[in-house]
């Protein structure tokens, strides 16, 4: 594709984001440096090849899926960040957040609120993630806490009611058993089979511990699962660009969001609903960066809205976002390992 083309469908796309509304060849003349009949004849080839469409006989044009992916790709000019947009995006960063989810969530909030989009934070479990504590502690009559602490840090508990009393000897066992059966598996091997084979393998024990071991195993695949955090779906459900009952249906399976955020990228990532098999919104873009804590991805950060967004203005938010984030969990660690060398 010439030149002129590329800077036609740039100028289309930057005034499709704008307005919404097609784009005619006047309004790209005063943009691109050619007669109107020129940029018609280039507009109705770029049409041709995919890149605009034509809603409507006497409209004019808007770009397509494929406009859009060579735009990000290739046309779209960033808007660098001031020191005072800085200074704001600090400003709504929550940089005395108590934990990892926190600090994030502060990020997506900021995110949903400054583009008008739905924002995400998609939590990532290491491949290598071992399960390093099992603990079962009796917290009222019949009732009790299951707490499991993973090799990175993660945290999570499970309440569990019992039709009886657990004694000392049962306890005792149940955690010894745990103890030298589940300390050092990785999290994702955690399966039926496995839950099947220790339950047999308990004996006596099996029918007064079953439960216990069922909301363990329970918990052991919850924490295997990416955490999703969705904010502004009221910003979805408010745009015009969508179909509602779509919205409807993404926020009632919002969860399987989760399998379109892939840890093996480590940079900013670009996609859209046409990319997306089973995404249930169409003519949206899904724009993702990941934030580290100690070298390795913790997690995702994430824009939901329409195909015709501010790329060019948004993204540098999302980046700056992301960094962010990394750069107080990596002070975290240092603060961690100065309070132990104390």
Do not use: W
Not at 71 to 82: A, G, I, K
Not at 83 to 98: G, I, P, R, T, V
Not at 284 to 308: C, N, V, Y
Request: hydrophobic share 35%; aromatic share 8%; with cysteine.
């Amino acid at each position: 594709m010439d030149s002129r083309k590329l800077k036609i469908l740039q100028a289309v796309v930057d005034e499709y984001i704008v307005t919404g509304e097609p784009v005619g060849s006047k309004t790209v003349m005063k943009k691109v440096s050619a007669s109107s009949a020129t940029i018609r004849n280039e507009m109705a080839e770029l049409e041709k090849q995919g890149y605009l469409e034509q809603p409507h006989t006497s409209a004019g044009r808007i770009p397509t899926y494929n406009g859009y992916r060579l735009y990000v790709d290739t046309l779209m000019e960033r808007d660098p960040l001031s020191d005072e947009e800085k200074l704001m995006l600090n400003s709504m960063l929550d940089e005395n957040a108590a934990t990892e989810e926190e600090l994030a969530g502060s990020a997506s909030l900021a995110l949903s609120q400054l583009t008008k989009c739905a924002s995400v934070v998609a939590s990532s479990t290491p491949k290598f993630s071992l399960i390093a504590k099992v603990e079962v502690i009796p917290t009222g009559k019949r009732m009790y806490i299951i707490l499991m602490i993973t090799s990175n840090g993660r945290i999570k508990n499970k309440t569990c009611r019992l039709e009886f009393d657990l004694t000392n000897e049962q306890l005792e066992f149940f955690d010894k058993y745990l103890d030298e059966n589940l300390k050092g598996i990785p999290l994702d091997e955690v399966s039926e089979e496995m839950f099947d084979n220790i339950r047999t393998a308990m004996g006596a024990y099996m029918m007064s511990l079953t439960p216990l071991l069922s909301e363990l195993f329970s918990l052991a695949k919850e924490m295997s699962a990416k955490d999703i955090m969705l904010r502004g779906e009221k910003n979805l459900l408010t745009c015009k660009d969508f179909d509602q009952a779509e919205i409807i249906d993404f926020l009632d399976n919002r969860r399987e969001i989760a399998k379109f955020f892939d840890d093996s990228f480590s940079g900013l990532q670009i996609s859209f609903s046409p990319e997306n098999d089973g995404f249930a919104i169409r003519n949206s873009s899904i724009i993702t960066a990941p934030f580290k804590k100690s070298g390795r991805t913790a997690g995702t950060l994430g824009l939901i809205g329409p195909m015709r967004i501010d790329y060019a203005k948004f993204i540098p938010y999302l980046e700056y976002f992301s960094q962010r984030i990394t750069d107080l969990l990596s002070e975290q660690d240092y603060d961690e390992d100065e309070d132990n060398k104390e």
